[in-house]
């Protein structure tokens, strides 16, 4: 079975900077593609950045473009979220997901809450 855990959440401010770690278990987790899945209230979901299964191509959203940098560790089966300058609009529950699909959503974590304090 396939689990996904996050860590990494927590309050900041505005031009702060949190690392997100999201660790993989399962038979067949390390060879999946992964990503990182943003919901604030009232917002749609939004897929921030996503990673294939051996690094070699990145994805990220406009709105993250050159403040987060998506990275992972396929020896620890662990997966990273560096976010950078956070912005108050920022503020939301950031989902880890992984699978052999693109963008990777067959698996999620429980999420993790980031907030952003201007």
């Known amino acids: 079975q396939v689990q996904l855990v996050e860590s990494g959440g927590g309050l900041v401010q505005a031009g702060g900077s949190l690392r997100l770690s999201c660790v993989a278990s399962?038979?067949?987790?390390?060879?999946?593609?992964m990503g990182w899945v943003r919901q604030a209230p009232g917002k749609e979901r939004e897929l921030v950045a996503r990673i294939t299964r051996f690094g070699a191509s990145t994805y990220y959203a406009d709105s993250v473009k050159g403040r987060f940098t998506i990275s992972r560790d396929i020896a620890k089966n662990t997966m990273y979220l560096q976010m950078n300058n956070l912005k108050p609009e920022d503020t939301a529950v950031y989902y880890c997901?992984?699978?052999?699909?693109?963008?990777?959503?067959?698996?999620w974590g429980q999420g993790t809450q980031v907030t952003v304090s201007s």
């Open positions: 399962g038979r067949t987790a390390s060879r999946f593609n």
């Open positions: 997901t992984g699978g052999n699909n693109w963008p990777p959503d067959e698996y």
